[in-house]
């Protein structure tokens, strides 16, 4: 077995575990095969909403804490002067990473917290209503879509977006029994809608090894790079190192 593949299998059983840690059901092996499909993620946030009475956000890896320090700084190298800055999560889940950022920003930013399964998207409205999360800069903007995001394009004109977060959702993606070639198509649709100066941030488990010779070979359009690789250690987690894998544009000649 290569290291790649290795890599991919054990970190793709760190993420099954993650997400089932509260969950005992059949819905384990459709996960393990299936995290690229609609369906297994609209039926993972409808048995979790129905175990509880409460909501809980779902955190994949970790929480904001975790990746403020990735996140809030970008941002403000990115400010241009009288625009709200273009702020995607994708594949956002029940993850309280969006409206984190929505919070704390000083500066304006619009969030827009995208996700596959409208179930998930439905139960954060409902719970950022409940809260009535009040921003920091009272010009920002939050929003949740339905959206699948291996098609941005049908949200975003093209170079609109700022900084785009993605927290798990490639991983699931890469893992998937059928998911491969879509985790190349987001990445690909993520380059096209990011401005020159905007970022791409993935956070993995996986090794940079792996990772980085895989958004490499990806971020390349007739043999050339289209965008600027690199990675930063996030820290270690129950035993699990993590790391920031930042993906920038090449501006267009």
Known sequence: ???????????????????????????????????????????FYAESSSRTTSFKNFEW???FDAVRDFI???LQTKSHPDAVLQVLDMGCGTSALGPCIYKHSPLPVRVTCADISPIA????????????????N??????????DCTQLH???????????????TTDALLRSKEGRGKAGLV??????????????????????DARLLWLETEAQEQG??????????????RGVCYYCYQVTPRPLV
Request: charged share 25%; proline share 4%.
């Open 138 to 147: 009272l010009s920002s903007q939050l929003e949740f879509v339905e959206l």
């Open 154 to 168: 049908e949200h975003y004109s093209p170079r609109t977006v700022d900084l785009i977060v993605d927290k798990g």
């Open 121 to 136: 998207v439905r139960l954060m409205q409902e719970d950022v209503l409940a809260k009535a999360i009040q921003p920091q």
């Open 187 to 208: 990445l690909k649709q993520c380059l096209k809608v990011l401005r020159s100066s905007g970022s791409l941030l993935q956070f993995s488990d996986e090794d940079p």
């Open 1 to 43: 077995m290569s290291p790649l593949s290795k890599s991919l299998i054990l970190s793709g059983r760190r993420i099954v575990a993650a997400c089932v840690r509260r969950q005992h059901t059949s819905l384990t092996t459709e996960l393990i095969e299936n995290m690229d499909k609609k369906a297994t993620w609209d039926r």
């Open 61 to 63: 890896f970790f929480g």
């Open 72 to 74: 809030m700084p970008l």
């Open 224 to 237: 050339v790079m289209a965008a600027d690789v690199g990675v930063q250690e996030v820290g270690e987690l």
